[in-house]
């Protein structure tokens, strides 16, 4: 027996459920396990509130846009909003659900947020689902100690623009509902991906 499925096993009987419960909760969560998350995509991104299309660059903001970034970087805060995209695979002959899912998103190595996303989640049988992770962060706060270029830079690589990699890390900790108690997966589950 894995350990995941020990470990569910003592928490089902502690929580008092009855063996046959205890089975199919067990099979729910290893249901769930069988599934594979990848990191898909980063979309949705907002800079100061101007929506960053694929491949925007810097030189593509008007005149006032390009004074509000000037503002922002005298005042050093770039506020920026992003969908991290997290592509889940269900191989199972059943469906797949979790209640929530916390998660932490890292860029270069410094993150980002650390946080909870309370939506349930449901993946059909053999069939796969997108989850958008909403992530509010401030580029300038993140990354002090760089330059206002490489920050500026970094906001609109997430859009696709040529410049240096970005290294984008992602875990999410799924959890499964029983009995109104809900149960997280034993542990994080890490994704990476360097948009180029």
């Known amino acids: 027996m894995s350990k995941v499925k020990r470990t569910l096993i003592i928490l089902f009987v502690a929580l008092g459920l009855s063996s046959c419960e205890v089975l199919n909760q067990v099979a729910q969560m290893a249901n769930f396990a069988n599934c594979t998350f990848n990191f898909d995509s980063v979309n949705q991104i907002q800079m100061l509130g101007v929506n960053l299309s694929k491949g925007m660059q810097k030189t593509d903001l008007n005149a006032a846009q390009l004074l509000t970034l000037a503002n922002a970087i005298m005042n050093k805060q770039l506020p920026v ?99 109104n108690q809900q149960l997280a997966y034993p542990d994080f589950i890490t994704m990476n991906k360097v948009l180029n």
């Open 81 to 179: 909003t992003f969908n991290a995209n997290v592509k889940v695979d269900n191989p199972n002959s059943i469906a797949a659900s979790m209640a929530k899912m916390d998660y932490i998103l890292s860029l270069n190595g410094k993150q980002v947020i650390s946080t909870t996303l309370n939506q349930g989640i449901n993946v059909p049988a053999q069939s796969s689902n997108i989850v958008s992770i909403p992530i509010t962060t401030d580029l300038f706060q993140l990354f002090s100690g760089e330059s206002a270029d490489a920050i500026v830079n970094l906001a609109f690589k997430l859009a696709g623009a040529s410049s240096d990699p970005v290294n984008v890390g992602l875990k999410v900790k799924p959890y499964i509902s029983i009995n």
